[in-house]
Structure formats: structure tokens, C-alpha cells
């Protein structure tokens, strides 16, 4: 099953498809972590990955295209994958759907996530990030039980270079000139679920994923 992962940053993207990935048994595979990872290692891919990010601009989509059916050619991708952050743009999607139909693979679901602003902020900022095993806390909202230790491994809780404010406003405005198409571009195929994920609305990320697989149990 091949799952996408649409939404502006902090919406809560990257939490969902970790339970979407243990649940159905397919990895997660965010391009956001593999540029992160290139960026610390130094490599090419990083050093230009970099300059994209801190500024909140997208990198550009043919390195993204790419790196993403390089990574959809590993065996265990072979009963699919959730795009945690791919396509961010109509031509990625594009792309996408050029090289799902070579393996006779289509996308099966959008998830649409969207939030309150005010709040995407807020989340952006409080974010913290295990340096070894990336599960995400939140400061408020999700803290870890030791303050700026992971729960899971015991290692170091980082917060990511662009999680401050003047670059989540940016990565916003981003948002909504390139990757906000897609919400048409999927729900004209017919396989767009959208959520809403708000403190707001008492509606968690943890809650939506399991709405999501309800809603994935029913279809089949
Ligand atoms: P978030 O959704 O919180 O912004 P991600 O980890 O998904 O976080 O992405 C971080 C950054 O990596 C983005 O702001 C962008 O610069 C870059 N990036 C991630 N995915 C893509 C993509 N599909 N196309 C271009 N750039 C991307
Ligand atoms: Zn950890």
C-alpha cells in the first residue's frame, strides 16, 4: 500500500506515520529525516539539502524525485511505503505517479492533515527530537519523562535547526504556494482523507491514526 503524508509542517505528519508504519507493517519514509541525515554526515546531498532548508524553501524536486525512487527500489519497500513529506509539489506528484505505474503501484491514500496556525506554531517551537531514535516530543504537549532525555533510548533531545519561528513562517508560506495543490491534485483521484489535528479540537495525533485505520479497514 503506498500512503502519502500531506500537510503543513508541525501538523503532525511525521507522529501518524510512525503509527501508520508500525500498524500496516510498511516503512515510514520521510524525506525530511533522509536530508536531515545527509546533513549531518556532511555529505553533497546534505551540504545542498542544507541551504534549501534553513531557509524554509523546498529542495529541489529532481534531487527529491530521486532520492525518493532510489529509496522506493529497496526490498522493503516492496508492499509499499507512507511518504512522510513526498510530494511536497504537483511535480513530484507527477513524478510519483511516473514511477508507481512502471511497478503497476498507485497511491492508495492521501491523509490530509491540517491545523490551526496559531497552534502549528506553538508545536513547531516546543518541538524536541531524540538525537538517536527521532521519536518527537513536544515540550507542552508531550513531554519527556526526564527533562531533554528520550524515554525510549536514554539519548540526548535535540530541536531541529528550522523549528524556530522566523523559518517556520516561512516553511508556512511555502506550504501554501506549492504543496496546498495537492490537496486538489489527490482528491480529484478520489483518495484524499482528510483530518484535522488540534489541541483545539481535542483531536491528537495518536486519535487520528486511529481513525485512519479504521477508515483503512473499512475501505478494503
Ligand atoms: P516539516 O513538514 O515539519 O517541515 P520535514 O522534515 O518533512 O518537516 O521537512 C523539512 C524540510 O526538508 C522542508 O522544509 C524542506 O526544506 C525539506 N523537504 C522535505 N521534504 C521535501 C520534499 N518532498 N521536497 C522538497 N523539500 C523537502
Ligand atoms: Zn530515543
Given at each position: 500500500m503506498?500512503?502519502?503524508?500531506?500537510?503543513?509542517?508541525?501538523?503532525?505528519?511525521?507522529?501518524?506515520?510512525?503509527?501508520?508504519?508500525?500498524?500496516l507493517e510498511i516503512?515510514?519514509?520521510?524525506?525530511?529525516?533522509?536530508?536531515?541525515?545527509?546533513?549531518?554526515?556532511?555529505?553533497?546531498?546534505?551540504?545542498?539539502?542544507?541551504?534549501?532548508?534553513?531557509?524554509?524553501?523546498?529542495?529541489?524536486?529532481?534531487?527529491?524525485?530521486?532520492?525518493?525512487?532510489?529509496?522506493?527500489?529497496?526490498?522493503d519497500a516492496i508492499n509499499g511505503v507512507?511518504?512522510?513529506?513526498?510530494?511536497?509539489?504537483?511535480?513530484?506528484?507527477?513524478?510519483?505517479?511516473?514511477?508507481?505505474?512502471?511497478?503497476?503501484?498507485?497511491?492508495?491514500?492521501?491523509?490530509?492533515?491540517?491545523?490551526?496556525?496559531?497552534?502549528?506554531?506553538?508545536?513547531?517551537?516546543?518541538?524536541?527530537?531524540?538525537?538517536?531514535?527521532?521519536?518527537?516530543?513536544?515540550?507542552?504537549?508531550?513531554?519527556?519523562?526526564?527533562?531533554?532525555?528520550?524515554?525510549?533510548?536514554?539519548?540526548?533531545?535535540?530541536?531541529?535547526?528550522?523549528?524556530?519561528?522566523?523559518?517556520?513562517?516561512?516553511?508556512?508560506?511555502?506550504?501554501?504556494?506549492?504543496?496546498?495543490?495537492?490537496?486538489?491534485?489527490?482528491?480529484?483521484?478520489?483518495?484524499?482523507?482528510?483530518?484535522?489535528?488540534?489541541?483545539?479540537?481535542?483531536?491528537?495525533?495518536?486519535?487520528?491514526?486511529?481513525?485512519?485505520?479504521?477508515?483503512?479497514?473499512?475501505?478494503?
Open positions: 503506498i500512503v502519502i503524508m500531506l500537510g503543513a509542517p508541525g501538523t503532525g505528519k511525521g507522529t501518524i506515520a510512525e503509527i501508520l508504519s508500525k500498524k516503512p515510514q519514509v520521510s524525506t525530511g529525516d533522509i536530508f536531515r541525515k545527509n546533513i549531518s554526515e556532511k555529505t553533497e546531498l546534505g551540504k545542498l539539502a542544507e541551504s534549501y532548508i534553513s531557509n524554509g524553501k523546498l529542495v529541489p524536486d529532481d534531487v527529491t524525485v530521486k532520492l525518493v525512487e532510489d529509496r522506493l527500489e529497496k526490498d507512507i511518504l512522510d513529506g513526498f510530494p511536497r509539489t504537483v511535480a513530484q506528484a507527477e513524478a510519483l505517479d511516473e514511477i508507481l505505474k512502471k511497478t503497476n503501484k498507485k497511491v492508495d491514500v492521501t491523509i490530509n492533515l491540517t491545523t490551526p496556525e496559531e497552534e502549528i506554531i506553538e508545536r513547531v517551537v516546543n518541538r524536541r527530537i531524540c538525537s538517536k531514535c527521532k521519536k518527537i516530543y513536544n515540550l507542552v504537549l508531550n513531554p519527556p519523562k526526564e527533562n531533554g532525555i528520550c524515554d525510549n533510548c536514554g539519548a540526548k533531545l535535540e530541536a531541529r535547526a528550522d523549528d524556530n519561528e522566523e523559518t517556520i513562517k516561512s516553511r508556512l508560506k511555502t506550504y501554501f504556494e506549492q504543496t496546498s495543490p495537492l490537496v486538489d491534485y489527490y482528491n480529484k483521484k478520489g483518495n484524499l482523507y482528510s483530518a484535522t489535528v488540534s489541541q483545539s479540537i481535542n483531536k491528537m495525533g495518536p486519535d487520528v491514526a486511529n481513525d485512519i485505520i479504521t477508515y483503512l479497514e473499512e475501505e478494503k
